[in-house]
């Protein structure tokens, strides 16, 4: 019953979804330059308005803004740790964002001319993106191969339609898979690169789920890079302050771009988290501009980077990335930037943004602006609407809407989906909703509203209040960190810290129901994991004690010599009576591409736990279709057990963050909503 309850809730989402976009659509030119943006530069230029004027000189001398510049790609794959054609194609989408920007800015056409070649050539030519560091490969040029599209596209450069959809394709087939789940095994630049890229993506193809998506990562990801993890406190400190300066200044401006991105299509996720990515360029340019600032030892979302000081690595070395910042949130926003500015005023103009295609660089030409409040062409819609559930409370917290006075949260519940007003007035960007029913699905619209009007709705989002009967979900053990369990009527998110199935002890969080005799759970993992020392999967117990005999069949690293790629397996374990050790009954073949590709768990895989009698089979499929023993034990459970699925992180004081997805329990109590 459970699984004809997923699957109906997904169509349910899916219809929703297409409603809700029909009246949505982006602006554009919409990703780092908006229409206003174009004209304010174009007049600026022709008076020669300081500083504006030599920021332009700036970019029209750089040798990639050249409309002789010569092309030197394509190819078919382009690639890092190995390198394919990397330093070929950042060097092309260089001069194509370079040559469309001055296309716009002084109407030569041989700027246009060389931008369109550039975009073409690569989108008639690249299938892949490859190598170890592919997430970079894919974030790094192609933001501003996608930011050159964007100008062609929306401006008279005489660019095709059916160019443009061929760009289209290479961005969705080739670029994008390599960025469609981040980079939570990484530093937090990796993810915040994607991040910007993935946004800048679904801008471009008019994709609101990929815009969507990015925006959730950004407030609420797994990973380094998500706001509050890569700016880990008030005071501004990032999470690869203890690693070195460049790193750090280039995690810190691919979240400026993202938020520019954002609030060109009218929300203001330079605001998130009370602003909290200008603590992080205040606190990064003050201890760059040589004073002192505090630091707090720190361990990363992976459990890999332990930083006990801040870095010297790199110190004083500024890159041009805070005229952006500066004018933003003073001259924008009205708030104070000091060091911000300090460190723009030094820098000032700023040219390039070396190494490669890091970032745009030439902010001084691109951001300067005057104080004063931008006008908002249009009231968007809500998004990122994350929620939370409890059986008490469902909680709402999204983005803000440039221009917007109120909102309005409107609900259905599954699977009636007929969507009723539950709050108007709410001037916050988050709502709590107490009148639940412990249990249910839920669905939620967020709407913007000002004097002009109301916006479109927000993205639906669905969550249950609390876990639907018969689950339950514990920590086991004590961990230091406390678990919590989310479900969407998908997915299940589990939160999760502990030390995992130990000797003598289990410590690990466990969603679970009843399992009167014989039975079977299959749950799929769904991409990716956090901590890069987890344990997760499947499993059965005859109690929430510690020591409880219990049998499971978990995704685990193995570690090699090469701490960033591990060896996953699935491990089948039986501890076979209380207070006796756990023992490894078998293991499965290390797993293979594109499963695992340089240790990192890419791809869906599924797990099976069977139990007949005192039988139990462990099994493991790559597709959810054909399955693979793991291997059996027998061993003595009472009956009236608990089955479920169990996850920890392996790190003292930091949970993972594991998601199942297409759970079905076979011979348990029938599952309510």
Request: charged share 20%; aromatic share 8%; with cysteine.
């Amino acid at each position: 019953m459970l699984l004809s309850l997923r699957l109906w809730c997904l169509a349910s989402f899916v219809l929703i979804a297409q409603v809700v976009a029909a009246d949505f659509s982006f602006t554009h030119p919409g990703l780092l330059h908006s229409a206003a943006d174009l004209a304010r530069l174009r007049a600026a230029i022709a008076a020669k308005a300081e500083p504006t004027f030599a920021g332009f000189e700036k970019l029209r001398a750089h040798s990639a803004s050249r409309a002789t510049y010569v092309l030197r790609g394509p190819g078919e794959e382009i690639g890092r740790a190995p390198t394919v054609n990397f330093g070929e194609f950042d060097a092309d989408a260089n001069a194509a964002y370079q040559n469309a920007l001055l296309w716009c800015l002084t109407g030569q056409r041989a700027h246009a001319e060389k931008a369109k070649e550039l975009v073409n050539a690569w989108s008639a030519t690249l299938k892949r993106v490859s190598g170890a560091d592919a997430v970079l490969m894919a974030g790094l040029g192609p933001f501003k191969f996608v930011n050159a599209a964007e100008l062609l596209r929306h401006t008279d450069a005489g660019w095709p339609e059916a160019d443009a959809r061929r760009c289209e394709r290479l961005l969705r087939e080739a670029i994008y898979p390599a960025l469609k789940d981040f980079a939570p095994f990484a530093n937090g630049n990796w993810d915040t690169a994607a991040i910007k890229t993935v946004l800048a993506i679904g801008v471009f193809c008019n994709d609101r789920a990929i815009f969507e998506r990015a925006l959730r990562y950004y407030t609420d990801g797994a990973g380094d890079g998500r706001l509050t993890h890569y700016i880990i406190n008030d005071a501004g400190q990032c999470q690869e302050s203890g690693r070195d300066m460049p790193h750090t200044q280039l995690g810190l401006a691919h979240l400026g771009d993202a938020c520019e991105i954002a609030w060109h299509q009218g929300l203001d996720l330079y605001g998130h988290a009370q602003s909290r990515l200008l603590a992080g360029f205040e606190y990064t340019a003050r201890y760059n501009l040589g004073e002192n600032v505090p630091f707090v030892e720190t361990l990363d979302r992976t459990g890999k980077y332990h930083h006990m000081r801040i870095a010297t690595q790199g110190r004083g070395n500024l890159r041009p990335v805070y005229e952006q910042i500066y004018h933003h949130y003073v001259n924008r926003a009205g708030l104070a930037a000091p060091w911000t500015q300090r460190a723009a005023e030094k820098l000032r103009p700023e040219g390039e943004a070396r190494p490669g295609a890091d970032h745009p660089g030439f902010g001084t030409l691109l951001y300067t602006r005057s104080r004063g409040e931008e006008l908002v062409a249009r009231l968007a819609a809500p998004a990122a609407v994350i929620a939370r559930g409890t059986p008490a409370a469902n909680t709402l917290a999204w983005i803000a809407v440039r221009g917007a006075t109120r909102y309005t949260i409107k609900r259905a519940t599954t699977p009636a989906n007929i969507f009723a007003i539950v709050a108007r007035d709410v001037t916050a960007t988050h709502f709590t909703d107490a009148d639940v029913t412990p249990g249910t699905l839920y669905t939620y619209l967020v709407t913007s509203t000002n004097a002009a009007g109301e916006s479109p709705a927000s993205f639906a989002t669905t969550i249950a209040a609390g876990l639907p009967r018969p689950w339950e979900s514990a920590d086991i053990g004590a961990p230091p960190t406390t678990g919590g369990t989310s479900f969407n009527g998908r997915t299940f998110t589990l939160e999760a810290a502990g030390t995992g199935m130990t000797a003598l002890a289990d410590q690990l969080h466990f969603v679970h129901q009843p399992l009167a005799g014989d039975g079977m759970i299959v749950a799929r993992f769904v991409p990716q994991v956090s901590s890069q020392f987890s344990q997760f999967g499947v499993m059965v117990r005859s109690s929430l004690a510690p020591d409880a005999p219990a049998v499971a069949v978990l995704l685990a690293p193995v570690s090699t010599e090469d701490r960033e790629r591990p060896r996953w397996r699935p491990t089948l374990l039986v501890r076979p009576a209380p207070g006796l050790a756990v023992q490894t009954v078998s293991a499965f073949e290390p797993l293979q591409a594109p499963i695992v590709t340089y240790g990192r768990l890419m791809q869906p895989c599924s797990l099976r736990l069977e139990r007949r009698g005192d039988t139990f089979t462990a099994a493991f499929s790559a597709d959810g279709q054909t399955w693979t023993t793991v291997g059996t034990v027998t061993t003595r459970l009472s009956h009236g057990t608990l089955i479920g699925l169990a996850a920890c992180s392996h790190l003292a004081t930091l949970t993972t963050t594991v998601a199942f997805d297409r759970v079905d329990v076979g011979g348990a109590t029938p599952a309510h909503p």
